[in-house]
């Protein structure tokens, strides 16, 4: 139906009789007034760009996964679901837009996208979920709308990101991490060249988990709420 806006994890999985709509280097499923309402899959993994229709309302999971010569990619403002591996290991692609109304960021969702250098989380995102950005090694920008929504941020999120310098966490942020985290599942491990970490007016925050600026070697200034 044309009210669906998200797609649980491995909904179409093994559906080897299942006839797609092809647009643009993705295949689809979609109904008589929108053939192009969920972007299933990529073509195949060789693909090097692909511009996702702007009547598609969600991306499955694995859509993308291990497209590793994939470079171009563009996302438009209709889609209001990206799926846990959407883009894991997509490693060339260095710029993407994740459209308001995405509610949350997905179980390693952009996991070694190795190129990717900035994002901007729209208002929208409640949630960055595990390892979702972790391993991408060129991530040195990530922003945060004035008005973001988010509460949390989950272990491994952006492990690894070894160019990230600074952060500012939106003040609605109620837990970063876990408790129970052993050392290489922390949110900011091994962020090499994080040297500040701010937390927004009026923060919320709740719980730090363990472990969670460990390796970050170069943390120099961080203020927490109070």
Do not use: M, W
């Not at 949110?187 to 923060?203: D, K, P, Q």
Request: a neutral charge; hydrophobic letters at 35%.
């Amino acid at each position: 139906p044309d009210s669906i806006t998200s797609v649980g994890d491995n909904a179409f999985t093994n559906c080897n009789s299942l006839e797609f709509n092809e647009y643009e280097n993705a295949l689809y499923i979609g109904n008589e007034n929108n053939p192009y309402l969920i972007l299933v899959k990529a073509k195949n993994v060789t693909i090097t760009k692909c511009t996702v229709n702007d009547k598609a309302v969600a991306i499955c999971n694995n859509a993308f996964k291990d497209c590793s010569d994939l470079s171009t990619l563009s996302i438009p403002n209709s889609v209001k679901s990206i799926g846990s591996y959407a883009f894991y290991k997509c490693s060339l692609v260095s710029n993407l837009n994740i459209p308001e109304g995405v509610s949350f960021i997905g179980t390693k969702t952009f996991y070694n996208c190795s190129k990717l250098n900035e994002i901007h989380l729209p208002a929208s995102v409640k949630n960055i979920k595990e390892g979702a950005f972790s391993k991408c090694t060129s991530l040195s920008k990530i922003t945060f709308a004035n008005n973001s929504e988010l509460t949390g941020i989950a272990n491994l999120a952006f492990n690894g990101c070894e160019a990230l310098k600074s952060i500012t966490i939106p003040r609605n942020v109620t837990y970063i991490g876990d408790v129970k985290t052993q050392s290489d599942e922390a949110v900011f491990a091994n962020c090499i060249s994080l040297e500040t970490v701010t937390f927004e007016e009026g923060s919320k925050l709740e719980k730090l988990g363990n472990y969670t600026f460990v390796g970050c070697n170069k943390l120099s200034n961080i203020s927490l709420p109070s």
